[in-house]
């Protein structure tokens, strides 16, 4: 039969305001994180990235955040316009060698008019 | 601009029929990477390559193998299709560690049904 997704976490925001969008990262020994974004249809696109050795990190309209005491990283996204709306990943890169990234789940921003 | 392309956006396959999704990157990097993505599981990784006719089974291998002849086509291929393949899946590409970046660039992705 037909098999029914998980729903993605939804974060809806009127425009202009700021979006923060958080992630739990596994792996205590990763040293680099990233967020993508991805709108419908499309792949993944590089928005920021931040190493271990960084707390926080500024883009334009940007910043990411790491808090490695409790694993966990968020982005901040300043004067949301409509075409942030898309799902937001992050991805961690661990100790396995090589490019590898493990990526969370997503969330879903939806910026409301 | 690093460009990764896939060969196809749309394609419709019937079960048992082998399956090839082609991945070409224009950038002259290393790696490269065959994802598959489900809702609500966020991407997995399939196999990797980090060199030519060199490969490594990611998370999700099983009933998918790769092939890379030249270093900037990545192929991946489905022996034999079954319906839990159907699937979006996405090609990357990225510098090798010590190049400074482990940005991975993705292609635009295949939506790849399997009836």
């Known amino acids: 039969g037909e098999s029914v997704g998980l729903h993605l976490p939804t974060l809806s925001v009127q425009e202009g305001d700021n979006s923060i969008i958080n992630c739990a990262y596994s792996n205590s020994a990763s040293d680099y994180f990233i967020w993508y974004k991805q709108e419908s249809g499309k792949g993944p696109q590089f928005i920021i990235d931040i190493r271990s050795n960084m707390d926080k990190r500024q883009g334009q309209r940007v910043t990411v955040l790491l808090n490695k005491t409790v694993k966990h990283l968020s982005l901040q996204i300043a004067a949301t316009q409509p075409g942030d709306s898309a799902v937001y990943f992050c991805?961690?890169?661990?100790?396995?060698?090589?490019?590898?990234?493990?990526f969370g789940t997503g969330t879903q921003l939806k910026v409301e008019l | 601009d690093v460009k990764v392309t896939q060969s196809s956006r749309y394609l419709v396959k019937r079960t048992g029929e082998k399956v090839f999704l082609e991945c070409v990157q224009d950038?002259?990097?290393?790696?490269m990477f065959w994802y598959r993505q489900d809702p609500g599981l966020g991407l997995r990784l399939i196999y990797f390559?980090?060199?030519?006719?060199?490969?490594e089974k990611g998370d999700i291998p099983e009933g998918y193998s790769v092939s890379r002849e030249k270093k900037e086509r990545f192929s991946l291929i489905l022996e034999s299709a079954s319906t839990n393949q159907t699937s979006m899946y996405l090609c990357?590409?990225?510098?090798?560690?010590?190049?400074?970046?482990?940005?991975?660039?993705f292609g635009p992705g295949t939506r790849l049904t399997v009836t």
């Open positions: 990357a590409s990225s510098l090798i560690p010590g190049q400074g970046a482990y940005e991975q660039y």
């Open positions: 991805a961690e890169r661990g100790t396995g060698g090589g490019n590898k990234l493990t």
């Open positions: 950038m002259d990097h290393e790696n």
């Open positions: 390559s980090y060199d030519v006719k060199m490969k």
